[in-house]
């Protein structure tokens, strides 16, 4: 289980994010972050933990191992307002989703 | 450019059968190292991993919905199909189709289908 905190982040553009995904055993760093935005498919932001995806802008970090893993964004743009999931890839099945961190303006 | 979109009835009968297309263009599911899988999102709701297929034809499923799932490809179409059985309207949801690439030393869902709408009503 991924169990994300907080459920809704209320914050102005500019200003710097630090959401949270606490999973219930050790994932090792097998852990995604994913955004998603009103009636569009997720995007994936963050692999292994700290990787950034292919295109993602630089202000985007993650960070943790095991159990603990954080999504921070150093300075928030306009466009960066939406719902954050992370996932988990574990060894085995099933491979879960968090239940999302809205951020709000 | 990889592309993926489901296709499918928006809207199903309970303890009717559910099917649905992924159509994907950009890859080969031939090639090594590369999956697809399902993922749905009932409204308002989290996203829920449902089943993936690899280019070797391994088979992973959720453990809630082994026993109503069924995912297979046809590399030739460049499809993937996805069965759900005995539907009931808690699986009312977008479904989304996903690449599933190996990224340094897991899979990950790299690329995303818009999702297709299916309601469950009777």
């Known amino acids: 289980v991924l169990t994300q905190s907080p459920a809704t982040l209320s914050l102005s553009p500019g200003e710097r994010a630090t959401l949270s995904c606490r999973a219930s055993q050790s994932v090792d760093n097998f852990l995604a972050w994913y955004q998603q935005k009103p009636g569009q498919a997720p995007r994936l932001l963050i692999y292994?933990?700290?990787s950034r995806a292919a295109g993602i802008p630089a202000r985007f970090s993650g960070s943790g191992s095991g159990t603990d893993f954080t999504l921070t964004i150093s300075s928030l743009e306009p466009e960066d307002f939406a719902i954050y999931y992370c996932h988990q890839r574990s060894d085995w099945p099933p491979w879960t989703f968090g239940q999302g961190t809205t951020v709000e303006i | 450019q990889v592309t993926l979109k489901e296709s499918g009835p928006t809207l199903v009968k309970p303890t009717q059968t559910l099917t649905l297309t992924c159509s994907f263009s950009g890859f080969s599911l031939v090639t090594s190292g590369v999956g697809v899988g399902w993922i749905r999102q009932p409204p308002g709701k989290a996203l829920e991993w449902l089943a993936l297929?690899?280019?070797?034809?391994?088979?992973r499923y959720s453990p809630s919905l082994t026993t109503r799932v069924t995912i297979t490809k046809d590399i030739y179409k460049n499809q993937v199909v996805l069965t759900v059985t005995g539907v009931e309207p808690t699986d009312t949801a977008t479904y989304f189709c996903a690449r599933d690439m190996a990224l340094h030393r897991r899979f990950y869902f790299d690329y995303w289908g818009q999702g297709a709408p299916v309601t469950v009503s009777s």
């Open positions: 292994d933990a700290s």
């Open positions: 297929i690899y280019w070797n034809d391994d088979k």
